[in-house]
C-alpha cells in the first residue's frame, strides 16, 4: 500500500504512529488495535487517506513482523533486509542513512537515504573503516546498518561502529551487539579476524587520523563501565572512556588473546574472493 506513497505522505503517517508504536525489538509496542477508531481517523486525516479501515490492515501488516534493534539510542540501528524494506518503518526511526551489507549481488532499500555499502566478497579491514567514517561524517543522524539477516556480517560492522565510537574491543563490541540483538550471532571466523585487525588500529592509530573526532561515549553502556568485569575471558577494568582525550586515542600495548563469546561458523563457501592485505596496512599508524 505504501510503495506508491510520496515520502511527504510516509513522513506524515510516521509521526503519528510514532505516538504510540515502538519498534525496536526491547521495547516493542504494538500499534492500538482497529477499534480504537479516534487514533486511525486522526491518522488518516494526518496523511489524507480515506479509508480507515484499509489504512488500520495495512500499518499492522507493515509493522508487525519486524526486527530492528537499537545499538546506540536514537543513533544506530541494526534490521534484516526485510524490515529494513519497510519505508513506512525507517520514517517512525526517523533514519537519515544506511548502510547495506550485501554479498556479490549488490542491491540497496533506500533510493531517499544516504547509502554507504559493504561489500562480504570483500577485504573487510578498509571497509569498516569507510563505515565508520561513514557515520562519523553523518553528526550522529540516525542510522541504519542491514544484511541479509542482521545477525552475520552486519552485526560485525555495528561491533565495529561501537569499537570506535564507544571504546569497546572487539569481543565486548561483539557481545554488545548479541545482547541487543537478543540471540546468538553468526560470524565467520576470518571475519572476526579482521574485526580484531580493526580494533587493534583503533587501538595504534591517531584516532582522529583513522576515523574522526569520537565525542562521548552513549549512556546505554553506563552501566557496562560501571559494573566490575571479572573472570578471566573478561578485559582488565580501564578507565571510562569519557577520561580519554577528545582528540586522540593514548598508544596501548596489543592486549593478549581472549576468547570470543559468540558463535563462529565454518569459513567462507569455495569460490569466494580470499582476504588479503588492505590499503591500511600501508598507512603510518602512529600519533604525530
Not at 509496542?29 to 484499509?54: G, H, M, R, Y
Request: proline share 8%; aromatic share 6%.
Amino acid at each position: 500500500m505504501f510503495g506508491s506513497w510520496a515520502q511527504e505522505r510516509i513522513d506524515a503517517l510516521a509521526g503519528k504512529l510514532a505516538e504510540k508504536a515502538v519498534l525496536i525489538g526491547d521495547g516493542f509496542k504494538c500499534l492500538p488495535p482497529a477499534e480504537d477508531t479516534i487514533f486511525w481517523e486522526a491518522s488518516a486525516a494526518a496523511c489524507s487517506c480515506t479509508n480507515v479501515n484499509q489504512l488500520s490492515a495495512a500499518c499492522h501488516a507493515e509493522l508487525e513482523s519486524l526486527d530492528f534493534s537499537e545499538l546506540r539510542p536514537d543513533r544506530l540501528y541494526i534490521a534484516d533486509r526485510a524490515s529494513a524494506s519497510s519505508r513506512l518503518a525507517r520514517a517512525i526511526l526517523r533514519l537519515k542513512a544506511v548502510i547495506v551489507v550485501h554479498g556479490q549481488e549488490k542491491w540497496t532499500i533506500a533510493a531517499d537515504n544516504n547509502v554507504h555499502h559493504v561489500n562480504t566478497t570483500l577485504p573487510l579491514v578498509d571497509q569498516l573503516v569507510g563505515a565508520v567514517q561513514f557515520c562519523g561524517s553523518l553528526d550522529s543522524a540516525p542510522t541504519l546498518i542491514c544484511s541479509e539477516t542482521g545477525r552475520g556480517t552486519g552485526a560485525l560492522v555495528s561491533a565495529a561502529i561501537l569499537a570506535a565510537f564507544e571504546g569497546f574491543s572487539s569481543p565486548e563490541a561483539t557481545k554488545q551487539v548479541e545482547m541487543r540483538r537478543g540471540g546468538p550471532l553468526r560470524i565467520e571466523v576470518d571475519d572476526a579476524e579482521e574485526l580484531e585487525q580493526f580494533c587493534q588500529r583503533l587501538l595504534l592509530a591517531e584516532f582522529d587520523l583513522l576515523i574522526g573526532k569520537r565525542g562521548k561515549p552513549s549512556s546505554m553502556f553506563q552501566d557496562y563501565y560501571s559494573t566490575p568485569r571479572q573472570g578471566p575471558s573478561q578485559p582488565p577494568p580501564q578507565s571510562p572512556p569519557q577520561s580519554r582525550s577528545p582528540l586522540k586515542r593514548p598508544k596501548q600495548s596489543s592486549p593478549s588473546p581472549r576468547p570470543v563469546n559468540f558463535k563462529l561458523t565454518s569459513p567462507k563457501k569455495p569460490g569466494a574472493k580470499p582476504r588479503g592485505p588492505t590499503d591500511l596496512d600501508a598507512w603510518s599508524l602512529d600519533a604525530q
